[in-house]
């Protein structure tokens, strides 16, 4: 099975300061049809997942763009440019090329 | 608006049995792989099983393979979750999800609680 490593997995951040989140997977996540299947998720308290970021670097509609996600072949990063309240929750990376991993969350709270 | 909706969540002993449910609406539910996935309390998220948009192809976590059936019934939009031999570790709240790899929209799940 691919292995999805999240760094940090408690992050305190000041509000108005950026926030950086690292997944690393075991393979390289780029499929046979070019594609590189990782997307990001935010769990808010009491919330189902809601997902941020597909393939790598595309945000879903509705997504605030202080959010952005890059990386490739197995190094990956979700970016918050300037975390505000509502961006308390937990953050998961999922890669879908190799059938479907988690991650183990990065729980980002306000300092 | 593109809804998921599940239910069949309840308190069951070791042993026995559930069906969960996911009801679909706001998009054309037959054209679209589907998945479960559940998350034990206060623990991360684990893939459980997907299912192709005819229910012909089908896989299963290891963590459940021959206790578990996913379903579905197109002109129901409705997907299914039987759970048999139900264990403690099994407890945890169960979602229902859209797409293959995407994983663009969940459900707001539904409590499973395996205890004695």
């Known amino acids: 099975d691919v292995v999805m490593t999240q760094s940090p997995l408690s992050l305190p951040v000041t509000l108005g300061q950026p926030a950086s989140i690292s997944c690393r997977s075991s393979?390289?996540?780029?499929?046979?049809?070019?594609?590189?299947?990782l997307n990001w998720f935010q769990q808010r308290p009491g919330q189902s997942p809601r997902r941020l970021i597909y393939?790598?670097?595309n945000r879903d509609s509705g997504v605030p763009d202080r959010f952005s996600g890059s990386g490739s072949g197995t190094d990956f990063t979700l970016r918050i440019s300037r975390v505000e309240a509502e961006d308390v929750g937990v953050y998961y990376c999922?890669?879908?090329?190799?059938?479907?991993?988690f991650g183990q969350g990065t729980r980002l709270e306000i300092k | 608006e593109v809804q998921l909706v599940e239910s069949g969540g309840d308190l069951v002993q070791p042993g026995g049995s559930l069906r969960l449910s996911c009801a679909a609406s706001?998009?054309?539910?037959?054209?679209?792989?589907m998945n479960w996935v559940r998350q034990a309390p206060g623990k991360g998220l684990e893939w459980v099983s997907y299912?192709?948009?005819?229910?012909?192809?089908?896989f299963y976590a290891d963590s459940v393979r021959g206790r578990f059936t996913i379903s579905r019934d197109n002109a129901k939009n409705s997907l299914y979750l039987q759970m048999n031999s139900l264990r403690v570790e099994d407890t945890a709240v169960y979602y229902c999800?859209?797409?293959?790899?995407?994983?663009?929209?969940w459900g707001q799940g539904t409590l499973v609680t395996v205890s004695s």
């Open positions: 999800v859209r797409a293959a790899s995407l994983f663009d929209y």
């Open positions: 706001g998009f054309t539910f037959s054209s679209f792989e």
């Open positions: 299912i192709d948009r005819s229910g012909t192809t089908i």
């Open positions: 393979q390289s996540l780029v499929y046979s049809d070019g594609n590189t299947y």
């Open positions: 393939l790598v670097s």
């Open positions: 999922m890669q879908g090329t190799h059938w479907i991993t």
